[in-house]
């Protein structure tokens, strides 16, 4: 399932690449709600893995982190603030840009903490 407020590039793609389904949400915080996660995009993406470990006299654990690559656009605040889901573990989003081709987003990139 994609997003309706996906905008995909008429360019080809090569979708052969696309190797994880991923759930990209914005987050939005107001006074009256608090802290609000929107989903805007759910479907596959190319996800470039890598580990990340944390070890400290409080807490040992693994997180992900790593690159996602979208086809296409989609409809966010600026600057974007959100999170990634992938395979049921959620990772920030620290940086989101947007390759444009051809006077149209052609991918959309999500850095991940």
Do not use: C
Request: hydrophobic share 35%.
């Amino acid at each position: 399932m994609q997003s309706d407020q996906i905008k995909q590039s008429r360019l080809p793609f090569p979708t052969a690449l696309l190797n994880a389904n991923v759930e990209v949400y914005e987050v939005t915080e107001t006074e009256a709600d608090g802290e609000q996660k929107t989903l805007i995009y759910a479907g596959r993406a190319y996800y470039e893995h890598k580990a990340k470990t944390t070890e400290s006299t409080k807490a040992k654990g693994s997180g992900i982190s790593g690159l996602i690559v979208i086809h296409g656009g989609f409809s966010h605040e600026t600057p974007f603030r959100g999170s990634v889901v992938i395979g049921g573990t959620e990772a920030d989003v620290s940086e989101l840009t947007e390759n444009e081709l051809l006077g149209g987003i052609y991918t959309t990139e999500l850095i991940l903490k």
